[in-house]
């Protein structure tokens, strides 16, 4: 079993769509951080957060450290947020580097 | 101000051949990290630097990988007598420090393909 689950694998949504990916992890973590990968394969830091909520813009993240559990919400999608969302985590014994989930596949049609 | 770069963006080379590839951080970013993301796999840690020391190699799949950065900025990754399993995308991510929990920023990655 992974460390780090992500759900669903992929999603397809309509434009305006109120979008949620899920990521579970099982081991204690220093943070939890939600990255986007566009096609052409870059890779941006969306959040990165160790308890409760954050916003920016359409994107909202939470975290619930007793369930080990993460959300990523995605409000009003528009297609280019079609992207891979993937989670990753800060293990408390693995120092800063990340474990990685499988990434979520998401592609929002106009 | 500038982001992460990494050279060369795309690399094609024969099997057995060794490559090297090359990640510059960002400037003032103490930590320094490579990860690897393979074909219809998610990413995997490598390893990372905090200054020029390597406190965590364990993520290397094998004794063909090295890696090494000097003056605390530029890191080169290593791969000898390359295979067909390295093909992969090569991502290097910098942050402010490994001491602590800070934000990191990716790379463009380089494209290895072993043929």
């Known amino acids: 079993k992974n460390e780090v689950e992500q759900s669903p694998q992929n999603l397809t949504a309509q434009e305006g769509e109120f979008i949620t990916i899920n990521c579970s992890y099982s081991?204690?973590?220093?943070?939890l951080h939600w990255l986007q990968q566009h096609p052409g394969g870059g890779i941006v830091s969306l959040f990165m957060l160790s308890s409760g909520k954050k916003k920016h813009g359409r994107l909202i993240a939470t975290i619930n450290i007793q369930e080990k559990h993460s959300s990523l919400h995605i409000t009003a999608s528009h297609p280019r947020d079609s992207a891979v969302y993937i989670c990753?985590?800060?293990?408390?014994?693995?120092?800063?580097?990340?474990?990685f989930g499988e990434g979520t596949q998401l592609t929002v049609n106009p | 101000g500038a982001g992460v770069s990494q050279s060369p963006s795309n690399k094609v080379t024969e099997k057995g051949k060794d490559v090297e590839l090359r990640c510059d951080p960002i400037?003032?970013?103490?930590?320094l990290y490579w990860y690897r993301q393979s074909l219809g796999q998610g990413l995997e840690f490598l390893i990372y630097f905090q200054g020029n020391s390597a406190p965590d190699k364990s993520g290397l799949p094998s004794d063909r990988f090295s890696a090494e950065r000097t003056g605390g900025s530029v890191s080169t990754l290593t791969i000898q007598r390359t295979q067909q399993e390295d093909s992969a995308v090569y991502l290097c991510a910098s942050s402010h420090s490994a001491g602590g929990i800070y934000e990191q920023y990716f790379g463009p990655g380089t494209r290895l393909t072993v043929t």
């Open positions: 081991v204690g973590i220093s943070a």
């Open positions: 990753a985590v800060s293990g408390e014994t693995s120092g800063s580097r990340l474990t």
């Open positions: 400037s003032g970013h103490t930590a």
